[in-house]
C-alpha cells in the first residue's frame, strides 16, 4: 500500500536535508544585517533575510539576539513613523 505522506515527507528529506542549518546567534543576526539595505532593518526583515541564510531564526529568538547587540552597542535603534528599525553602528 502505497503511503502519500510518508512518500512526500521522504522526498522532502532528501531536498532539504543536505542544507546546513545554522543556530540563531547575535553574530549571525548582526552579519545578516550588514547585507540588508538600512530601510529593510525591521524585526520582520530581519527574520526573512535571518531564514533565507539558513539560519533557524524566529521572532523571538531574533529579537533576543537584537537585544543582546543593541546591550554590546553593536546595533542602533530607531522608530520612525511608528516602524522601529535596527541600524549597524
Sequence with gaps: MFDNNSAWRDAFDDIFGSLDIRECTPLAI??????MPRASNRL??????????NIAANDDDVLSCLRTLYRDGKIGFREIAGRQFFITQ
Design 44 to 53: 520582520d526583515d530581519i527574520v526573512i533575510a535571518a531564514r533565507s541564510r
Design 30 to 35: 548582526l552579519d545578516t544585517i550588514k547585507t
